[in-house]
């Protein structure tokens, strides 16, 4: 059968370059890059050549990278961190209800600590107005948060205003840029961010293997305790084959980017303009404001998990908006901030395109989904009540 994979937001196939630098470092050059002796020695080069690579993409200086075990650790690092060393300034933090759980859960363990979260609401298309932003500093801020792209829905922060607010008032910027990187253009001088966290399986890299940009002189605590690793502000030896294989991925990402972007909006708009053509299909996320590989959608009168599976079956790997927790089929907290209806959003279906998807994909997909929304509406009480 032929298989197509449309989850791309959700992890991507390494790129052979990737696979090939890697192997290099797990059976040739694969000492520690803490030893003095010449594996140590080439281990360490690679490191920080990898340093450069990163963040060169990013607009970034090597000494200001980190490398983490992902996006999550880098997010936990970001926000426990900073809030963590700058107890004495203040104790509020700002983030938005749409924010991947690496960043909620992490601010909701603060809460419990003793630190304020404010949490701000998001617009139709999941847009964070950066007024708000502006009204909600305090004398006690110290880190704003807000993500540069959704991973649900797609939609593109307006970050670069949030960072001018936030540099203007003094306090910390973040942004998880795990969905951005690599996709669309970021530069942390022009954007004004003090940390940014990415991740490597996003971008065509390896599973396991993050960073977080750490602007100099931030004041930021450690998380994870040990040696006096990555300057000492995250313990624990190099993932050297993840690290060198998340430094090709950001290295093929950076020459590539504006190609990239052009072949994903080509297929992205393909797939969207013929999804919007099956009868009560609604796009999710703004119109322009989105990430080139990124298509959300809700079928009414259709569960997203019933459409998942009958994907499933015809070969095509996509995501829905719903995250089976405890048993209940929650809809998802992004579409839920958007405002969308709980039975809109139970109907929600993501495709995530990548460099590996051709056009060949989208139709398929434009082929198979009608027929499959046709029968699942055939046996939905809702749609006969329509
Ligand atoms: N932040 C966002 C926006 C994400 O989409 C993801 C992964 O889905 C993460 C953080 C977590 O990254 P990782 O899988 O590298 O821990």
């Not at 708009?269 to 322009?288: A, F, M, T, Y």
């Amino acid at each position: 059968m032929r298989k197509i994979y449309l989850d791309n937001a959700a992890t991507t196939r390494v790129r052979p370059e990737v696979a090939e630098v890697m192997m290099t470092h797990l059976v040739e050059k694969y000492g520690n890059p803490s030893s003095v002796h010449s594996f140590g020695r080439e281990a360490r080069v690679a490191v920080e050549e990898a340093r450069g690579q990163v963040a060169a993409l990013i607009g970034a200086k090597p000494e200001e990278i980190i490398f983490t075990s992902g996006g999550t650790e880098a997010d936990n690092l970001a926000l426990k961190g900073v809030a963590r060393a700058n107890r004495s300034k203040g104790n509020h933090i700002i983030t938005t209800r749409i924010e991947h759980h690496a960043i909620l859960h992490t601010a909701e363990a603060l809460e419990k600590e003793g630190l304020e979260v404010t949490y701000l609401p998001v617009d139709q298309y999941g847009l964070v107005d950066p007024e708000e932003v502006r009204r909600s500093i305090k004398a006690s801020t110290i880190l704003i948060s807000v993500m540069a792209a959704n991973n649900e829905v797609g939609t593109v922060q307006p970050i670069r205003e949030i960072g001018v607010i936030a540099r203007e008032k003094g306090v910390y910027f973040h942004t998880d840029a795990v969905q951005a990187v690599g996709n669309i253009p970021i530069d942390v001088n022009a954007d004004h961010i003090d940390l940014l966290s990415l991740s490597g399986h996003k971008i065509y890299g390896p599973k396991g293997v993050g960073v977080l940009y750490i602007r100099r002189g931030t004041r930021i605590q450690p998380i994870v305790h040990g040696g006096a690793h990555e300057r000492n502000k995250r313990a624990g030896t190099e993932n050297v084959p993840g690290i060198v294989g998340l430094s090709k991925a950001a290295e093929l990402a950076r020459i590539e980017l504006k190609e990239h972007m052009d072949y994903l909006k080509g297929l992205r708009d393909r797939l969207i303009s013929g999804l919007l053509s099956i009868e009560d299909v609604q796009l999710n996320g703004h119109p322009e404001r989105r990430l080139p590989g990124n298509v959300n959608v809700s079928v009414r009168y259709v569960e997203g998990e019933a459409m998942l599976l009958s994907l499933d079956l015809k070969g095509i790997a996509a995501s829905s908006g719903s995250a089976c927790t405890s048993g209940s089929l929650e809809p998802s907290h992004v579409l839920l901030a958007m405002g969308i209806p709980h039975e809109v959003a139970h109907g929600s279906l993501r495709f995530s395109l990548g460099k590996f998807n051709t056009q060949e994909d989208v139709d398929y997909v434009l082929e198979v989904l009608p027929e499959i929304v046709q029968r699942l509406r055939s046996m939905s009480p809702f749609a006969a009540a329509r």
